[in-house]
């Protein structure tokens, strides 16, 4: 196999630049050697975290999306179409709306209050 040097001298040049390249990205980007400091555990929020689930009656004319979904049945969307047809005079304006079932209420109308 004939290698001849400029073959040699292209690769290793080639090799340099990559190297160079990758130290430049990195200074650039802010990484290095320094650590970046954490919050200490328990302090700050997670990502992805929820908020705590409600203990006591749920307003609907004040309740967050969180809140509702933490009802039985109550997922995202309709959540969402809850939020979006306020207010409410009563609980029984989810079902007259076409917002939630009868059947998917009545097992959660204890939990919710106007």
Same mark, same amino acid.
């Given at each position: 196999? #004939?290698?001849?040097?400029? +073959? ?17 990205? &990195?200074?650039?980007? %802010? %990484? ?5 400091? /954490?919050?200490?555990? %328990? ?9 705590? &689930?409600?203990?006591?009656?749920? $307003? *609907? $004319?004040?309740? +967050?999306?969180? #809140?509702?979904? @933490? =009802? ?10 809850? *939020?979006?047809? /306020?207010?409410?005079? @009563?609980?029984?304006?989810? !079902? @007259? /709306?076409? =917002? !939630?079932?009868?059947? !998917? *209420?009545?097992?959660?109308?204890? /939990? *919710?209050?106007?």
């Amino acid at each position: 196999m #004939d290698i001849d040097k400029k +073959t040699i001298a292209g690769a290793a040049a080639a090799v340099a630049v990559g190297v160079a390249g990758a130290v430049a990205y &990195t200074a650039l980007k %802010g %990484g290095g050697t320094a650590k970046k400091e /954490r919050p200490p555990q %328990g302090q700050g929020k997670r990502k992805g975290e929820a908020p705590p &689930t409600p203990t006591g009656p749920i $307003n *609907l $004319n004040h309740a +967050t999306p969180h #809140d509702l979904m @933490s =009802l039985k049945h109550i997922g995202k969307a309709r959540a969402k179409r809850i *939020l979006h047809a /306020r207010p409410f005079k @009563s609980v029984d304006d989810l !079902v @007259s /709306r076409g =917002l !939630v079932p009868a059947e !998917v *209420l009545a097992p959660v109308r204890d /939990r *919710l209050t106007v």
